[in-house]
């Protein structure tokens, strides 16, 4: 049977990994792993829907550029964007990385939800490929690919930033349950790779294949 659950839209993509994080948001001190990219925006707008209690939720964001955290393009202002400053989550509750990298590693407790988007080249966060498996949070250099790829979020590729500070994927890998989604025909063929190829650093989401909790959704 195929790792990678089909869904018929992007709106069921949504819907279906809201259930997770509502019944995430049931314990009573839930940890959260989030990330940004355009995928998550359905599963944000969903969520935001339902109008959730989120008073007790401690969040801990994937990555972020090496910016300022007010820059119309940080992380921080997307995530504020599309969820934090629309739901009753503390401001102080919401964690990005910086680059005190050891002190963000050191802060992340045990996670009972990481949420991941997966790059057109196999990243997961911004583990670029030959990302080791033993990363831990750092400052990496963005891969060409990406910068391609992030270049529709900017003016031009020149503006997009070329360095970033992300969780490592033993960071990832120690989360209790690991939920996946993809948007879109194009992501298709790197999805298959990871979760049904080798397991092997050139494709850092093949690791995803040793962790015994993760499910994948997929919509074209
Ligand atoms: C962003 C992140 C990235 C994205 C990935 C997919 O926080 O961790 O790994 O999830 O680049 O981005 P989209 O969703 O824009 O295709």
């Known amino acids: 049977m195929s790792k990678i659950k089909k869904v018929n839209s992007y709106w069921e993509l949504g819907c279906h990994v809201a259930d997770i994080v509502e019944h995430t948001l049931t314990l009573p001190e839930p940890k959260l792993i989030l990330p940004t990219g355009s995928t ?57 990385p910086d680059r005190n990298t050891q ?32 990363s831990v949070t750092r400052v990496v250099d963005l891969d060409k690919q990406t910068i391609e790829d992030n270049s529709r979020f900017f003016d031009s590729i020149d503006d997009v930033h070329k360095q970033a500070i992300t969780m490592g994927l033993k960071t990832i890998m120690k989360s209790k349950k690991i939920v996946l989604i993809a948007n879109g025909v194009h992501k298709y063929k790197i999805l298959n790779v990871a979760m049904n190829g080798g397991v092997t650093e050139k494709v850092p989401a093949s690791i995803l294949q040793e962790h015994n909790n993760v499910e994948v959704y997929y919509c074209d």
């Open 40 to 96: 998550p925006i359905g599963l944000y707008n969903e969520l935001v829907n339902r109008q959730l209690d989120w008073s007790n939720v401690t969040t801990f964001n994937l990555d972020e550029y090496i910016i300022n955290p007010n820059h119309p393009q940080s992380y921080h202002s997307f995530m504020k964007k599309h969820l934090f400053d629309r739901i009753d989550i503390y401001p102080n509750n919401c964690n990005f």
């Open 103 to 134: 002190a963000y590693e050191d802060i992340i407790p045990e996670i009972d939800l990481c949420i991941l988007g997966i790059g057109s080249n196999g990243h997961i966060a911004f583990n670029e490929p030959g990302s080791s498996f033993d």
